[in-house]
T-cell receptor
Framework: DTGVSQNPRHKITKRGQNVTFRCDPI?????LYWYRQTLGQGPEFLTY????????KSRLLSDRFSAERPKGSFSTLEIQRTEQGDSAMYLC????????????FGSGTRLTVV | AQSVTQLGSHVSVSEGALVLLRCNYS??????LFWYVQYPNQGLQLLLK??????LVKGINGFEAEFKKSETSFHLTKPSAHMSDAAEYFC????????????FGAGTILRVKS
């Protein structure tokens, strides 16, 4: 088991462009979470999936953000028409559910919007 | 609602000294509590977790934390700081009633002086 994998590790994009991040969770984990972390802050919850179903979305997740988890395996997070305020570390985590609290985090994708 | 407060955004200790990082939670029911460590440009690594078993929890790298319901606290300690402990530490809370998602504090940066 290689843990939670996130790609790319770093992404620099121009304002207005679209970006997509990928997360590969631990294979037997059926829950997958996306968090956003800005400088000097703790991670903030964005959304989570149980298998392929997206069960909750934070109000932080504007209409420009969309997440998918086809077939309940890997997940993608897409940001359309990026803004400078989207610059952050995007973290993915996975766990078994329900009742198991063994969250495992990936190394994150750092997005810089210029 | 549940939230986490970490007292002190920066803590500085000498190598070999006691490490004490403070975390207080607010929750209407006993929560599950976690401490994570984050090194620069890395994801989050779990140090330890409290899930209603023993109130004194031992984690990796010599860290431990004690759940005190009367004080609504879950402070992280280590008897003797090592240079490699320099990092950012996050306290987090969750409950199954909240969809098992983690809610993080703002973090405490630990500096270890030689």
């Amino acid at each position: 088991d290689t843990g939670v994998s996130q790609n790319p590790r770093h992404k620099i994009t121009k304002r207005g462009q679209n970006v997509t991040f990928r997360c590969d969770p631990i294979s037997e984990h059926n829950r997958l979470y996306w968090y956003r972390q800005t400088l000097g802050q703790g991670p903030e919850f964005l959304t989570y999936f149980q298998n392929e179903a997206q069960l909750e979305k934070s109000r932080l997740l504007s209409d420009r953000f969309s997440a998918e988890r086809p077939k309940g395996s890997f997940s993608t997070l897409e940001i359309q028409r990026t803004e400078q305020g989207d610059s952050a570390m995007y973290l993915c985590a996975s766990s078994l559910a329900p009742g198991n609290y063994g969250y495992t985090f990936g190394s994150g994708t750092r997005l810089t919007v210029v | 609602a549940q939230s986490v407060t970490q007292l002190g955004s920066h803590v500085s200790v000498s190598e070999g000294a006691l490490v004490l990082l403070r975390c207080n939670y607010s929750s209407s029911v006993p929560p599950y509590l976690f401490w994570y460590v984050q090194y620069p440009n890395q994801g989050l690594q779990l140090l330890l977790k409290y899930t209603s078993a023993a109130t004194l929890v031992k984690g990796i790298n010599g860290f431990e934390a004690e759940f005190k319901k009367s004080e609504t606290s879950f402070h992280l300690t280590k008897p003797s700081a090592h240079m490699s402990d320099a990092a950012e530490y996050f306290c987090a809370v969750t409950r199954s009633e909240y969809g098992n998602k983690l809610v993080f504090g703002a973090g405490t940066i630990l500096r270890v002086k030689s």
